[in-house]
């Protein structure tokens, strides 16, 4: 098992200062290409976007793709109603199909999927260790997921500030903050990824960190890859 640290951010990454309340840019977009350079963009392959509500992730990594099916997956049957409508939009919607579904028990054949991604959602599963074990079991081998959360590595950095006050500014209570950063510590997803018997993984990033961080952006990650037979 191995534990990876967020590269810094290079000179000239920061951006100008803007408005409070600004328009933010799409986080998915950047997220995506993280994914992708962590999974690669072979052909043909099956994608499964865990806890997709309104699709962002999934259909920002299908305009990415070079081509391959998404799997959208969330419980709640109307977000999946809007991620269609929005596949349609986006001219995608050949590629897509909408399962309804919770991590802990994935309506899905083992060793099914290619690529299993998650941005936001690993927070609010009910048992998240189970969910992993799901992962896990339909993962074909030689397949790869990435689960945790972040606004991705390019993302502007006065975007990340902008968004990590939006942030402070919802917190119920110093409560509500302290359980938040617990819940995206490296430590955290390292005992998870322990529990549901992962044979190996990496976490990437290192979570709740201020918004001068260069590495806020990343966020936090699960990576995994399950190897094949012949390479185990």
Not at 105 to 116: K, N, Q, R, T, W
Not at 180 to 203: D, H, K, N, W
Not at 205 to 210: A, I, M, S, V
Not at 217 to 226: A, D, N, V
Request: glycine share 12%; aromatic share 8%; net charge neutral.
């Amino acid at each position: 098992m191995t534990a990876g640290r967020a590269s810094r951010a290079q000179p000239g990454e920061h951006r100008a200062e803007k408005a409070p309340n600004a328009e933010l840019p799409d986080y998915y977009q950047t997220v995506a290409e993280d994914v992708i350079a962590f999974c690669g963009d072979q052909g043909g392959r099956v994608w499964i976007d865990l806890g997709t509500g309104p699709g962002g992730l999934g259909l920002a990594l299908l305009e990415k793709a070079s081509d391959g099916a998404m799997v959208l997956m969330d419980p709640n049957a109307d977000a999946l109603r809007r991620a269609l409508d929005a596949a349609r939009r986006h001219g995608v919607g050949s590629r897509v199909v909408a399962v309804i579904g919770s991590a802990e028990s994935i309506p899905l054949p083992d060793e099914s999927v290619d690529v299993v991604v998650s941005r936001g959602s690993f927070y609010f599963w009910r048992d998240r260790a189970q969910g992993l074990r799901e992962i896990w079991r339909i993962l074909r081998p030689g397949g790869r997921a990435m689960i945790g959360g972040g606004l991705g590595s390019a993302y502007p950095q006065w975007a990340r500030q902008e968004f990590i006050r939006r942030r402070r500014e919802s917190a119920k209570s110093p409560e509500e903050a302290r359980k938040f950063a617990e819940a995206r510590s490296p430590e955290t997803f390292r005992r998870l990824a322990i529990e549901a018997g992962l044979p190996s993984f990496e976490v990437v990033g290192e979570g709740g960190l201020t918004a001068d961080d260069p590495n806020t952006g990343i966020g936090i990650w699960l990576r995994f890859t399950k190897e094949a037979a012949n390479d185990a």
